[in-house]
Structures are given as structure tokens and as C-alpha cells.
């Protein structure tokens, strides 16, 4: 292995053409793959390779997202017009697809689970928190009413706790970048790795956004990772050899202190090497669409509703059978809801033409979960 013909990051800030929607769809069905085991087995169930190497296939998604997120929301604050474009971009990414698919599931799927009479079940406050909480991201409600009761995972909605945490990071991008920490690495590195420190020893603390703060820590490392692998794109290499030896740091040191620090180091570089790598045929895929936040919103309630309807299964069973079902929400959520939304943001000029693919180019917009 050696270097590619892409030497740095630059190449995948500045063209519209890359990898990242199939990386992006790959990891949202690779949580799906990962929830299959608790959902279908109880919580507690732990799949094959949490078992092997301490991270499930789930968590290595959520790092996944997030540095690709930090990459990409690094760059869309740098080329926005101002902030009030740059949120109403990150608005219009996030809460179009989510507010369809809370209403779907709140009011269609959720009366038709659940044990309590229709009536009742919409006469329940339980119902309305969920559907105003969940779709304003403000306050998650993981269940509805009788839904999903007699399922071995009661949850309705167990994906949706990292957008809101993709939300205050944008906050934090933008945050840093009013400051014009852009334009001072070292200090940006300072204050972000000050800032993880602090969070990581705030668990045992209570005060007020005390949870909020803490929800940074996990996912906070591969998302800054990304954003600093952004600002140092012209000069860092994008190499294939760099990208093994993380990973195998990383599998060496799964199971030790450095666990989570060198698995969220190995997959940020690796995801984003591949984001930015030639890959012939397989940039076809950006003619398709990226499925990957409809697939990563839509597989959670899906796969409980097929427990719920077929009864007990296998996760390979429920896997098979919810990963088609989820695919189809996906693709008229992209369709018919995410980029009708984008394409309206831009037709109104307020985000100029950034990095991302064909599908949903023009716009840094396409971010996923």
C-alpha cells in the first residue's frame, strides 16, 4: 500500500465529487444491523463485535457520522454568508426528513401498536410530548403509549439521541467560528481538547445542561477529529498506510485505556481517506441519492414494528426484513421531503455551492445523522 494520488484532505473540500454518500448509507444500515440484537433479543444483548472488540458495530457508525459531520459543517460555517445561513442550512438538513418521520410514527404507526385504544391513545399526553419533544429535538421521548409492549425492546425511537447532539455541535462550530478560532488551529486544539476534558470529568456532576454536556463526550472526539482534519486538510496526507496503522492501533488498544480515543482516531482518518479515495464505479452511487438520514431515522421503528407483526425472530431475520422496509422510507424521504427541502434553501440563495456530491451538491447540506 502506498500513497494515493490524492496527498492530502484538500481534494474532498473542494469537490463535488466523493464517496460520502455510500459511506454514509453504509454506516446508517450498519446501526441497523447493530440494533437488530437488542431488539430483537432484550436489552443487554450484545452483538458479535462488541463482544470481540469492546465497540459495537453502531458505535463505530456514530464515529463515523460525526467526523464526517465535523469535516463537513467545519466547511459549510466557512463558505456560509453569514450565521443566520449556516443554521437555517443546518435547519433545513435536519428537520424536514425528522418532523415527517415523527408524525409517521407518532400518528400513524403508533396507534396501530399500541395496546390502548385509539382514543386513549391520542388522548394521552405521553403521545403529544413525543410528537412536539421528538420532532423539536427539545426533549426525547423514547417511547409512545402501549407501543411495542409485548416486544422484547419496549423503545420506539432509540436512534434519535445523537441529532441532538449533532445540533449543538453545529452551535459549537459556530461558536468557534464567531470567535475565529478558524483562523488559529493551535488554540482551536487547545480549547476542543480542554473542553472534551472537562466533559469527560463532568459524569459524576449534576447542574444544570449537565446532561447536555455530557451527551458531547462521546460522539465529540470523532466530530472535532473531523473538523481539525478540515483545517489541516492541505497539509495533512491522505494515505492508505496512515489509515492501517490507526486501525491496527486501534484493534491492538480496543480493549485498554485508549480504547475510545485511538478507535475514534482510526475511524475518522480511515472514513474520510475513503470518502476522498478513487473509486471508479462505485461514484455512480451519487446519481442515486443519500438515503443515509432516512435510513438512520426510519430503521429504529421499523424494526420494532416487524418484532411486533411477525413475533419473535433472529437478528439476521429482522435484519433481512427491516433493511428493505427501511430502504423504502429512505428513498421517498429523500425524494419527496430532504432535497425538495434543500433544493428550496438554495433556490432562495441562502448557501453558496458546497462540497458534497451531485445528488446534493451545491449545498453543504447533506450531513447525515
Not at 472535532?224 to 489509515?243: D, E, K, Q, V
Not at 486501534?250 to 481517506?273: D, E, I, K, Q, R
Not at 428513498?331 to 438554495?346: C, Y
Request: charged share 10%; hydrophobic share 50%; with cysteine.
Amino acid at each position: 500500500m502506498g500513497m494515493t494520488m490524492r496527498q492530502n484532505f484538500a481534494p474532498l473540500a473542494a469537490e463535488h465529487s466523493n464517496n460520502l454518500n455510500l459511506i454514509r448509507l453504509i454506516a446508517a444500515l450498519s446501526v441497523l444491523v447493530s440494533h437488530a440484537w437488542p431488539i430483537t433479543l432484550g436489552p443487554g444483548a450484545v452483538e458479535p463485535l462488541e463482544a470481540l472488540t469492546g465497540f459495537s458495530l453502531g458505535a463505530l457508525s456514530v464515529f463515523t457520522f460525526f467526523a464526517i459531520s465535523g469535516f463537513l459543517i467545519s466547511a459549510s460555517f466557512e463558505r456560509s454568508d453569514g450565521l443566520w445561513t449556516y443554521l437555517r442550512a443546518r435547519a433545513a438538513r435536519i428537520y424536514p426528513g425528522l418532523i415527517v418521520s415523527i408524525a409517521l410514527v407518532t400518528l400513524g404507526l403508533g396507534p396501530i401498536f399500541s395496546t390502548l385504544p385509539v382514543p386513549s391513545y391520542f388522548a394521552a399526553s405521553e403521545t403529544w410530548q413525543a410528537f412536539f419533544g421528538n420532532s423539536s429535538l427539545l426533549r426525547l421521548h423514547y417511547h409512545l403509549p402501549g407501543v411495542f409492549e409485548d416486544t422484547p425492546y419496549k423503545t420506539v425511537q432509540g436512534s434519535l439521541w445523537t441529532l441532538p447532539v449533532e445540533m449543538r455541535l453545529y452551535v459549537v462550530v459556530a461558536l468557534l467560528g464567531l470567535l475565529g478560532m478558524f483562523r488559529r488551529p493551535v488554540l482551536l486544539a487547545l480549547t476542543c481538547g480542554l473542553g472534551l476534558l472537562v466533559i469527560s470529568f463532568s459524569g459524576s456532576l449534576e447542574f444544570r445542561g449537565a446532561h447536555a454536556l455530557r451527551s458531547l463526550w462521546y460522539p465529540g472526539l470523532p466530530f472535532f477529529l473531523g473538523m481539525a482534519m478540515y483545517l489541516a486538510r492541505n497539509r495533512l496526507p491522505a494515505s492508505s498506510i496512515i489509515a492501517f496503522a490507526l486501525v491496527l492501533v486501534s484493534v491492538l488498544c480496543a480493549h485498554g485505556p485508549l480504547g475510545y480515543v485511538t478507535m475514534a482516531l482510526a475511524v475518522s482518518y480511515a472514513v474520510l481517506y475513503l470518502a476522498g479515495r478513487e473509486s471508479g464505479p462505485l461514484r455512480l452511487w451519487n446519481q442515486v441519492g443519500d438515503y443515509s438520514y432516512g435510513t438512520y431515522i426510519y430503521a429504529f421503528p421499523v424494526q420494532g414494528m416487524v418484532i411486533a407483526l411477525w413475533g419473535g425472530m433472529s437478528p439476521v431475520e429482522n435484519i433481512a426484513i427491516s433493511a428493505p422496509i427501511t430502504l423504502g422510507f429512505a428513498v421517498l424521504s429523500w425524494h419527496w421531503v430532504e432535497r425538495p427541502a434543500m433544493r428550496a434553501i438554495r433556490r432562495r440563495g441562502q448557501v453558496k455551492p458546497q462540497i458534497s456530491t451531485p445528488s446534493a451538491s451545491s449545498g453543504h447540506l447533506s450531513t447525515g445523522p
